[in-house]
Nanobody
């Protein structure tokens, strides 16, 4: 059965770093798009980053570009989100999602196009 399981969330101080993992089972990461979304309390879900695994092209939300890096490890069937220089406004539940195509145009676009979603991992940035 297809599963996406996020891990790596936690409490970190402003300016700190965390690496999130999205481990996939029942599917391959090849020739697909894997995206990270996040949702803060009282706010709408927003796209954070996406990777198209056929060519490793990536896209980032303006708010995280230069601070976050998305990558994949096919041997582990896992996608990562390295988060540096974290800010309080990065606090949210982070979700990963998969679809069998390239990343849609515009980060966070077409969330309904993603076939599978993880349950999320909490990231809290606070002093």
């Amino acid at each position: 059965q297809v599963q996406l399981v996020e891990s790596g969330g936690g409490l970190v101080q402003p300016g700190g770093s965390l690496t999130l993992s999205c481990a996939a089972s029942g599917i391959t990461l090849d020739f697909s798009a894997v995206a990270w979304f996040r949702q803060a309390p009282g706010k709408e879900r927003e796209g954070v980053s996406c990777i198209s695994t056929d060519d490793d092209s990536t896209d980032y939300a303006t708010s995280v570009r230069g601070r976050f890096t998305i990558s994949r490890d096919d041997a582990r069937n896992t996608v990562y989100l390295q988060m540096n220089s974290l800010k309080r406004e990065d606090t949210a539940v982070y979700f990963c999602a998969w679809q069998s195509s390239r990343c849609p145009p515009g980060i966070g676009s077409y969330p309904d196009s993603y076939d599978f979603w993880g349950r999320g991992t909490q990231v809290t940035v606070s002093s």
